[in-house]
DNA sequence: CTAATAGTGTCTATTAGACAGTATGTT
DNA sequence: AACATACTGTCTAATAGACACTATTAG
């Protein structure tokens, strides 16, 4: 390629050619994550939840017939996020559910078709909102976590299907919180879509400690019950009931609605308080 | 499109065409930041340290004279980290830099030649490992800081030219951490590069915080004094020594050398401490 | 001696952890 | 009455903030 000395930027715009530069696609793939309740049989006690991600079947090939996480093109008149929303609205005919970038995934053969490099997405839903609107290919899978300073294993079971992978992980560096995460066992996962999972557990995780995050998973009005629920099931651990009040205090109002009929006293209902210090 | 019935996953990728998709690019750009030491003319005093991001002069268009991140286009034998890290080289011939990846800008017209979508990086080097290796059109640029809850206000400075940027943030959901930048002033950088460098300062300072990621920008062996300077620089604020030194106690670990030649008390050197709790 | 940083002791305020207790609905 | 959850009081432990003090060097 010789050098031509351009006099302007309009000029050097008119002569140039994108197809000198190899073939590559971007893709947006959407991690959908809820709490689901899920009754106990026992008319006192609270349902449980369960947290939960939506996947979808492949009918097509590569990697017909495995489940994956809602994905598409990214069209070149629309932003990443503009490609993350419009996947994530056909998927669960939904609008205004929170989303944030999670990471970009760029393993060279991560895709068998081509070059395919991955910007996942993480959405939050409140579950109650929407299971009519799943297509049929789509189904909610609960997740039980087991995670050790080695490795994260996740059973994913949508009541018909049931697998469970296995993801390595090691700290890129010792002086950060960055992991490099590596396939142990999947079966049936399409991509490397087992590493995203795991990536977003990971940050949602993180972020229920520090932000709001979880109110996006809440319907409007909920007992602290609930809430504390939802904390434990993506914390994976229990925690003490006026430790948890002191801090979600700040953070939700108190209604003068109740709610009853569960076997034992009755609660309050709480709203988020969107504008807590 | 007719589609054709496949009956395994490697027939189908026989017929595979990846020409059915819109050209696209992506780069992969290097926030480099650093602290470095300037003298303050008094023989008691420390030396100042600042805060500061390494920027390349483009000679070509598109934005020729404008400063950008030192970026490159992803080949396609190479993951995104690989050509980050292949930049990062390249443009310090260092190896071993600290890097985790910051975010991915998609915007559609963030590049005037076609749509380019780019992966940004956070690298962190000890300056006193590289001042001599610069390319020719790189420089680095302290970074004065201004920041309140509405804009980020950065003023760059290399010595022979200085400039000011203003991005504006507003936060994307009331429950998260998350910002959405917009450029309010920039006259002198290329790209959508204002809006990195700012997500870059903002990535740092909260993982200053909780990591140990600030020991990257350290020599092997230092005072508590300039430790604390560091933080001091990327937070923004002083902070007290019986504190800091509480804080710091267990990711340090005390040698036996000691500075001396300050006008003042000598100080120990410590080392960072890989393994603490 | 002085200016400047190095480093420590300690008191206080705030926050987190733990446990025990009271309250109140449904069956 | 019994069970299960709702909700609160309080003691203790751990952590963070603040200030005052001592130590030590080059010039």
Same mark, same amino acid.
């Given at each position: 390629?010789?050098?031509?000395?351009?006099?302007?930027?309009?000029?050097?715009?008119?002569?140039?050619?994108?197809?000198?530069?190899?073939?590559?696609?971007?893709?947006?793939?959407?991690?959908?994550?809820?709490?689901?309740?899920?009754?106990?049989?026992?008319?006192?006690?609270?349902?449980?939840?369960?947290?939960?991600?939506?996947?979808?079947?492949?009918?097509?090939?590569?990697?017909?017939?495995?489940?994956?996480?809602?994905?598409?093109?990214?069209?070149? +008149?629309?932003?990443?996020?503009?490609? !993350? @929303?419009? %996947?994530?609205?056909?998927?669960?005919? *939904? $609008? #205004?559910?929170?989303?944030?970038?999670?990471?970009?995934?760029?393993?060279?053969?991560?895709?068998?078709?081509?070059?395919?490099?991955?910007?996942?997405?993480?959405?939050?839903?409140?579950?109650?909102?929407?299971?009519?609107?799943?297509?049929?290919?789509?189904?909610?899978?609960?997740?039980?976590?087991?995670?050790?300073?080695?490795?994260?294993?996740?059973?994913?079971?949508?009541?018909?299907?049931?697998?469970?992978?296995?993801?390595?992980?090691?700290?890129?560096?010792?002086?950060?919180?960055?992991?490099?995460?590596?396939?142990?066992?999947? +079966?049936?996962?399409?991509?490397?879509? !087992? @590493?995203? %999972?795991?990536?977003?557990?990971?940050? *949602? $995780? #993180?972020?229920?400690?520090?932000?709001?995050?979880?109110?996006?998973?809440?319907?409007?009005?909920?007992?602290?019950?609930?809430?504390?629920?939802?904390?434990?099931?993506?914390?994976?651990?229990?925690?003490?009931?006026?430790?948890?009040?002191?801090?979600?205090?700040?953070?939700?109002?108190?209604?003068?609605?109740?709610?009853?009929?569960?076997?034992?006293?009755?609660?309050?209902?709480?709203?988020?308080?969107?504008?807590?210090?």
């Amino acid at each position: 390629m010789d050098k031509k000395e351009y006099r302007s930027e309009e000029e050097f715009l008119r002569d140039y050619d994108p197809s000198q530069f190899d073939r590559l696609a971007l893709t947006a793939d959407v991690l959908i994550f809820s709490v689901s309740s899920e009754e106990t049989g026992n008319y006192r006690k609270l349902s449980e939840k369960k947290f939960s991600v939506l996947l979808v079947k492949r009918n097509t090939y590569p990697f017909k017939d495995k489940w994956c996480l809602p994905g598409g093109f990214l069209r070149v +008149d629309e932003t990443i996020d503009e490609a !993350a @929303k419009r %996947i994530l609205e056909t998927e669960t005919n *939904l $609008k #205004n559910i929170y989303m944030e970038q999670l990471y970009t995934f760029g393993d060279v053969n991560r895709d068998p078709r081509m070059r395919i490099v991955s910007t996942a997405y993480m959405a939050l839903v409140d579950k109650n909102r929407l299971n009519d609107h799943l297509p049929e290919n789509a189904s909610w899978f609960t997740m039980h976590i087991l995670e050790d300073d080695k490795e994260i294993q996740v059973m994913l079971d949508n009541g018909c299907e049931n697998f469970s992978i296995v993801v390595g992980k090691r700290l890129k560096s010792p002086t950060s919180d960055r992991y490099e995460y590596f396939v142990k066992k999947d +079966d049936h996962l399409a991509f490397d879509h !087992a @590493k995203v %999972i795991v990536s977003g557990i990971s940050r *949602l $995780k #993180n972020k229920v400690e520090y932000t709001d995050i979880v109110f996006n998973m809440m319907p409007e009005y909920f007992t602290l019950g609930e809430l504390q629920q939802v904390y434990e099931v993506i914390l994976g651990k229990k925690l003490l009931d006026p430790a948890f009040r002191r801090i979600i205090a700040k953070k939700t109002v108190k209604t003068d609605k109740v709610q009853t009929g569960g076997g034992h006293r009755p609660s309050f209902l709480f709203r988020y308080n969107r504008n807590h210090d």
